[in-house]
């Protein structure tokens, strides 16, 4: 019998919900591109439920427990003696979600002989050590594109919300005031911008795909250049390297995971070839951006605005800086954690457990690495550091 271990984040300040906000969620047919939703055999949840924390367990207790599995869920995942490293020496599977990670690092691995599978519920699987992972020969898998839409949506509310001015001005009301010109001194139209993405992967292109309605000047630079018929459908300029396509953009937004040639990739040298003003918006990973250089450019002026949902660590302390520098959009992890998002990302992880624990083959779209190298979707998106 497997011991799961499942990290997740803490339930609300005022209790596990017993009601929401709606009564359901809308149904979806597939994904765009033709990639089928997750297909477990059945699910023990509603869909629409707070499922990505604690009380939530991702709907999974009953499904394992019947069948004779250990499940344990935990928030507790940081610093000497955390729950997550009281119980990950015996664990064979370990469940964590970008939003709340679980730092599988070389350490943590090498303590955990048992260890033979690491799922991420939802997409991003930066938190696990990879090279480690393969050495050890642990099978790393991910939900993939179970909230690729739902990010690319949080993206182009963020480029909105900075370039209208949208937060400050929203405070204004909230304080009582009805401060115009202070609210429209900072706002402008997106209409005409040059916006651009650094990667143009399910999200990069989801996003370029709602952008083009606001007759925007689209950009982007992946190392898999798109199709040429798309392209041609949206207009898209095709740049080699971040370093070439910044210095024309009014906005950058930033699609790409974490691995060694991405990591502190916008640094003062980059951030200094932008435009004056230019806006940044990073959903992928904290660690994408050199976290002071994003401060002094915000205090300078150079970036006009920074909005993003990813720290590092994850929480992030009282004491970032992100939290109090100027025009800034941030929030907590949360753009890929939607409640529309938590059903197919709890479903993709029952399917993956399913197959895990039947010896049967998990979906080649949802690896990340397994029989000791990168695999699937990992052999796509990731490098590791011998690469």
Known sequence: ?????????????????????????????????????????????????????????????????????????????????????????????????????????????????????????????????????????????????????????????????LVRNYLPSHQTVL????????????????????????????????????????????????????????????????HPDAAAMVPVCDVVTVNAPLHPQTEGLFDDKLIATMKRGAYLINTARAKIADRDAIVRALESGQLAGYAGDVWYPQPAPADHPWRSMPHHGMTPHISGSSLSAQARYAAGTREILESWLEGTPIREEYLIAHGGGLAGAGAHSYTTRAR
């Not at 964590?96 to 002989?113: D, G, K, N």
């Not at 401060?179 to 005409?192: H, K, L, Q």
């Not at 950009?219 to 040429?228: E, G, V």
Request: aromatic share 8%.
């Open 1 to 161: 019998m497997a011991k799961v271990l499942c990290v997740l984040y803490d339930d609300p300040i005022n209790g596990y919900p017993t009601t929401y906000a709606r009564d359901g969620l809308p149904e979806l047919a597939g994904y765009p591109g033709g990639q089928t939703l997750p297909s477990p055999k059945a699910i023990d949840f509603t869909p629409g439920q707070l499922l990505g924390s604690v009380s939530g367990e991702l709907g999974l207790r009953r499904f394992l427990e019947e069948r004779g599995h250990t499940l344990v869920v935990t928030s507790d995942k940081d610093g000497d003696g955390s729950a997550f490293d009281r119980e990950l020496p015996d664990a064979d599977v370990v469940i964590s979600q970008p939003f709340w990670p679980a730092y599988l690092t070389a350490e943590r691995i090498a303590r955990a002989p048992k260890l033979k599978l690491a799922i991420t519920a939802g997409i991003g699987s930066d938190h696990v050590d990879l090279d480690a992972a393969i050495a050890h020969d642990v099978t790393v898998a991910e939900v993939t594109y179970c909230n690729s839409i739902s990010v690319a949506e949080h993206v182009v509310m963020m480029i909105l919300s």
């Open 175 to 238: 304080d009582g005031g009805w401060n115009i010109a202070d609210s429209v001194a900072r706002s402008y139209d997106v209409e005409g911008m040059h916006v651009g993405t650094v990667a143009a992967g399910r999200i990069g292109l989801a996003v370029l795909r709602r952008l083009k309605p606001f007759d925007v000047h689209l950009h982007y630079t992946d190392k898999h250049r798109l199709p040429r018929e798309t392209e041609e459908e949206l207009g898209i300029t095709f």
